[in-house]
């Protein structure tokens, strides 16, 4: 696939220290590629040159395969989606009209921009007499689901993301990441997301890229880097468990058999991890687990076909 953004031997330095350090990294259409490393390690920074809100000591960024020194950076910024940790809606306006932001300004006709408002408010699941409330009536759930509808409003092909879900409980993260998975399914959109978080970066990726020191130490699907040679890489995505970080990058969807489960077998989503189903066996002692949805049964998992759905790393 082509190329969305392209890093081409980017260095930034800060009163003389190096920010960034010879980076040289593609994302390509349709991925959703998740940045993590340590604090200082320059994942911000390096998703900041995208929309030119850092700009770079040396090298060239690219976007849609032109250099973003030569465009208008407004203009540059107004075709990205954005959305930040803070949030950051407008208080004194509603949140039809924090969505309507980007479309406003890009001069849609008021009748399209109607239309769009409770089109994001169905695909980010959100009541729409939601659109007639102000922010400081909101859940944090609800929103963190409105920033992010305002930054795909103008439905652009690309999302930047800082951080989104860093200052929600254990719980709403959990469902964010969720939602964010299904909206990339549903719109394949190219999504470049910023976390700390190691779990957080392995249940969203379709690649991983790991940074430390201002540099791109591996990047690769996550699967591949759970089991990546470099150490540091290693223990900070496979953690103290790695069989079970492994769990939790396989679905239900690809462990199943056709075969039927037993009469009143819990069911699970084909969806699920293989992490969830192993959750729920353990809390309801079950062996076989019926996978279904929407009230269709498509099928069961047991034991034994989870385990062997699980890739383990060769013999060293």
């Given at each position: 696939?082509?190329?969305?953004?392209?890093?081409?031997?980017?260095?930034?330095?800060?009163?003389g220290?190096?920010?960034?350090?010879?980076?040289?990294?593609?994302?390509?259409a349709?991925?959703l590629?998740?940045?993590?490393?340590?604090?200082?390690a320059?994942?911000?920074?390096?998703?900041?040159?995208?929309?030119?809100?850092?700009?770079?000591?040396?090298?060239?960024?690219?976007?849609?395969?032109?250099?973003?020194?030569?465009?208008?950076?407004?203009?540059?910024?107004?075709?990205?989606?954005?959305?930040?940790q803070?949030?950051g809606?407008?208080?004194?306006?509603?949140?039809?009209?924090?969505?309507?932001?980007?479309?406003?300004?890009?001069?849609w006709?008021?009748?399209?921009?109607?239309?769009?408002?409770?089109?994001?408010?169905?695909?980010?699941?959100?009541?729409?007499?939601?659109?007639?409330?102000?922010?400081?009536?909101?859940?944090?759930?609800q929103?963190?689901?409105?920033?992010?509808?305002?930054?795909?409003?103008?439905?652009?092909?690309?999302?930047?993301?800082?951080?989104p879900f860093?200052?929600?409980?254990?719980?709403?993260r959990?469902?964010?990441?969720?939602?964010?998975?299904?909206?990339?399914?549903?719109?394949?959109?190219?999504?470049?997301?910023?976390?700390?978080?190691?779990?957080?970066?392995?249940e969203?990726?379709?690649?991983?890229?790991?940074?430390?020191?201002?540099?791109?130490?591996?990047?690769?699907?996550?699967l591949?880097?759970?089991?990546?040679?470099?150490?540091?890489?290693?223990?900070?995505?496979?953690?103290?468990?790695?069989?079970?970080?492994?769990?939790?990058?396989?679905?239900?969807?690809?462990?199943?058999?056709?075969?039927?489960?037993?009469?009143?077998?819990?069911v699970?989503?084909?969806?699920?991890?293989?992490?969830?189903?192993?959750?729920?066996?353990?809390?309801?002692?079950?062996?076989?687990?019926?996978?279904?949805?929407?009230?269709?049964?498509?099928?069961?998992?047991?034991?034994?076909?989870?385990?062997?759905?699980?890739p383990?790393?060769?013999?060293?």
């Amino acid at each position: 696939m082509a190329a969305v953004i392209a890093f081409e031997d980017v260095s930034v330095a800060y009163g003389g220290r190096d920010g960034l350090r010879d980076v040289t990294l593609e994302v390509a259409a349709g991925e959703l590629c998740v940045l993590v490393g340590p604090s200082g390690a320059g994942k911000s920074t390096l998703l900041r040159l995208v929309n030119r809100l850092v700009a770079p000591s040396a090298g060239v960024v690219r976007v849609r395969g032109e250099d973003i020194a030569r465009n208008d950076p407004i203009r540059l910024r107004r075709s990205i989606g954005y959305a930040i940790q803070s949030v950051g809606l407008f208080p004194h306006r509603t949140v039809g009209e924090n969505i309507a932001t980007v479309p406003r300004l890009l001069g849609w006709p008021e009748p399209r921009i109607a239309a769009r408002i409770p089109e994001l408010l169905a695909l980010l699941r959100l009541d729409a007499d939601l659109a007639a409330r102000y922010p400081h009536t909101l859940s944090g759930g609800q929103a963190q689901r409105v920033g992010l509808a305002r930054a795909l409003a103008a439905d652009p092909d690309l999302l930047l993301m800082d951080e989104p879900f860093g200052a929600a409980d254990p719980i709403l993260r959990r469902a964010l990441r969720a939602e964010l998975r299904r909206i990339h399914a549903v719109t394949g959109k190219t999504i470049l997301l910023v976390t700390h978080d190691a779990e957080e970066a392995l249940e969203l990726a379709t690649r991983v890229v790991v940074l430390r020191d201002g540099r791109v130490l591996a990047a690769g699907a996550p699967l591949e880097l759970i089991r990546a040679a470099d150490p540091f890489v290693r223990d900070l995505l496979g953690g103290d468990a790695p069989a079970l970080r492994r769990l939790g990058l396989v679905t239900v969807a690809a462990a199943m058999a056709a075969t039927a489960a037993p009469a009143g077998a819990p069911v699970i989503a084909p969806g699920a991890s293989l992490s969830d189903a192993l959750s729920l066996m353990l809390e309801t002692r079950a062996e076989v687990l019926a996978v279904g949805e929407d009230g269709r049964t498509l099928g069961s998992l047991g034991l034994p076909g989870l385990l062997r759905a699980v890739p383990m790393p060769a013999p060293a």
